[in-house]
């Protein structure tokens, strides 16, 4: 099950969309600590660029893209403003293979559970096309237990990453944050991550 939201409209409201906090989600943020991140990397759905950024500003060889044109003008505005250097755009996550990438790590905070199923669908075939083997994937996404109407479960996630393209997936327990009106909130999650073959 997929969220129902106007993306260009959330991001031009005047306060941030939930999960827009301006930080990396700490459960991804903890995994990039003790993962292997070999580049180039590709953040999919990358909203306002954090997570591109702070790669970028690591060092390593980010492309970012989203949906959202209001979204990639803020991440190159951001790149710009901190003189960072990573390739933002504005694409489809069901035509992620027009990128033109060979991404050896691909990390999704929050693109796939946002998507419905024959894009994602369309988005991990894609994936498995321009991954070459040994490539991570990491995808972070909200629990059908947040009780948002949405969201994904293990299997649902395993389903989507299953063989023959993809080997090693483990699937973690995680918190995934948000911030709406002044409320921190936590909802139950999952970190998962697997290879291609
Ligand atoms: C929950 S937000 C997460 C954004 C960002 N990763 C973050 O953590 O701040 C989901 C993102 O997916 C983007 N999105 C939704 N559908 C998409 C699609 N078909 N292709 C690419 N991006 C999409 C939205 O614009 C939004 O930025």
Redesign the pocket.
């Known amino acids: 099950m997929a969220?129902d939201?106007d993306?260009?409209a959330?991001?031009s409201a005047e306060e941030p969309?939930?999960?827009?906090?301006g930080e990396?989600?700490p459960a991804l943020l903890a995994f990039l600590d003790r993962a292997e991140i070999a580049d180039p990397v590709l953040?999919?759905?990358?909203?306002?660029g954090?997570?591109a950024l702070l790669l970028a500003g690591r060092g390593h060889s980010v492309t970012g893209?989203?949906?959202?044109a209001p979204?990639v003008d803020r991440a190159r505005a951001r790149a710009a403003a901190e003189g960072l250097d990573a390739e933002l755009q504005v694409?489809?996550?069901?035509h992620?293979a027009d990128l033109g990438i060979r991404p050896r790590t691909v990390l999704?905070?929050?693109?796939l559970?946002?998507?419905d199923a024959d894009?994602q669908a369309a988005?991990v075939a894609g994936l498995a096309a321009i991954c070459p083997p040994g490539a991570l994937v990491a995808v972070?996404a909200i629990s059908l237990e947040a009780d948002q109407g949405w969201g994904e479960t293990e299997t649902t996630l395993r389903a989507r990453f299953g063989d023959p393209d993809w080997v090693s997936t483990a699937v973690e327990d995680i918190e995934v944050h948000a911030r709406w009106r002044g409320e921190e909130l936590r909802m139950p999650g999952f970190l998962l991550t697997t290879h291609r073959s």
């Open positions: 969220q939201h993306w260009d959330m991001y969309p939930p999960w827009d906090l990396v989600q953040d999919a759905g990358c909203g306002t954090t997570l893209f989203d949906l959202s979204a694409a489809d996550a069901a992620v999704d905070s929050g693109l559970h946002s998507l894009a988005y972070l």
